[in-house]
């Protein structure tokens, strides 16, 4: 079993900067791939970007050069540092951890980008 908390999320103005933390709990959490999903009201979630186990990373073309995922596997943490931020952003944004047939979701962060 893995828990999943993220946090950093809140309020920002078009152009600023916000990093998001997951803490995650579990055995054997160096094996998962880790991620960052968002979703808005009425649309699927979608992915954001992912961390494998060997630290190879993938970002969506909407954030590419403005954000980066990273993870610390002593702490057992994954970032996502979210740079030029636009309202277009808005969304609860939820940390994955994926392995085999094992899923597992936080219970998500909102990010607004507003002035």
């Known amino acids: 079993q893995v828990q999943l908390v993220e946090s950093g999320g809140g309020l920002v103005q078009p152009g600023g900067s916000l990093r998001l933390s997951c803490a995650a709990s579990?055995?054997?959490?160096?094996?998962?791939?880790l991620g960052w999903y968002r979703q808005v009201p009425g649309m699927q979630r979608e992915l954001v970007a992912v961390v494998g186990a060997g630290g190879s990373t993938n970002h969506a073309d909407s954030v590419k050069d403005r954000f980066t995922i990273s993870r610390d596997n002593v702490r057992n943490t994954v970032y996502l540092q979210m740079n030029s931020l636009k309202p277009e952003d808005t969304a609860v944004y939820y940390c994955n951890a994926r392995w085999l047939n094992k899923n597992y979701w936080g219970q998500g962060t909102q990010v607004t980008v507003s002035s």
């Open positions: 579990g055995s054997a959490l160096s094996i998962y791939s």
